[in-house]
Structures are given as C-alpha cells and as structure tokens.
C-alpha cells in the first residue's frame, strides 16, 4: 500500500556563540540537510529538500532561547541566530518534527567565545 517514505538526514555540525553588547550572544550554527525516499523494496534515493525547518536554541537549564522555522536546502548551510541570554545547545530540527535517520545528531553543544562553528 505504501508507495515510498520520506527519510531525513538532519544533522548539527557545530555551534559557537560570541557575546553581543547587552548581554545578547550571536549563535552561528553549522548543519546538514538531506531527504531520500525509500520505495517498498527499500531502495533509496535522494529527494529535492526545499523545506522550512525548526531550528532552536537553548540554555543551560534546557530553556528555549530561540525557536523558529527558517527555509532549508539540500546539503550545508549555517544559520545566524542571536540569543537573548547564553546558549548551550543550539540544533536543527531539534524536537524531531521530521522523521529522521538519527534524531540524535540533530543538537549540540555551542562553544562560548568561539568565531565559527566547527565541522
């Protein structure tokens, strides 16, 4: 009956955060996006992605900081995110709206002070 599903392969790559006058932090986040079908013998192939995601900031005491939907594509991108207060965890996709090969790639941890996220 089914005549294919959609898989995502969302993942966070790095996160880093530099502090802002007024106490506000700039959260670079660094990710991957991808979406395969899968027919019903298994066989995957990839699929266009032209998608808004969630993508979500959050504090140490797991708060959100930021939360919001912004247009993805295919493959690598980084997003610019500025957090009222200081962030811990940064990810795409964070509370697994998609259904996705490894949910649990989809958040890490922000490094304070840093430039640029790291891959």
Same mark, same amino acid.
């Given at each position: 009956?089914?005549?294919?599903?959609?898989?995502?392969?969302?993942?966070?790559?790095?996160? =880093? %955060?530099?502090? *802002?006058?007024?106490?506000?932090?700039?959260? %670079?986040? $660094?990710?991957?996006? !991808?979406?395969?079908?899968?027919?019903? $013998?298994?066989?995957?192939?990839?699929? @266009?992605?032209?998608?808004?995601?969630?993508?979500?900031?959050?504090?140490?005491?797991?708060?959100? *900081?930021?939360?919001?939907?912004? &247009?993805?594509? !295919?493959? &690598?991108?980084?997003?610019?995110?500025?957090?009222?207060?200081?962030? =811990?965890?940064?990810?795409?996709? @964070?509370?697994? *709206?998609? *259904?996705?090969?490894? &949910?649990?790639?989809?958040?890490?941890?922000?490094?304070?002070? %840093?430039? $640029?996220?790291?891959?």
């Amino acid at each position: 009956m089914v005549e294919d599903i959609v898989i995502y392969d969302n993942r966070a790559r790095g996160a =880093a %955060a530099e502090e *802002l006058a007024g106490g506000k932090y700039r959260v %670079a986040l $660094s990710f991957e996006a !991808a979406k395969n079908r899968c027919d019903e $013998s298994g066989k995957e192939t990839p699929a @266009p992605f032209h998608k808004e995601v969630e993508f979500a900031v959050f504090g140490e005491g797991g708060e959100i *900081l930021y939360r919001g939907r912004r &247009p993805v594509e !295919a493959g &690598p991108g980084t997003l610019g995110i500025v957090a009222d207060r200081l962030p =811990a965890r940064a990810g795409i996709d @964070p509370f697994h *709206l998609l *259904l996705d090969r490894n &949910p649990d790639d989809n958040v890490v941890k922000v490094e304070i002070g %840093a430039r $640029s996220p790291a891959r």
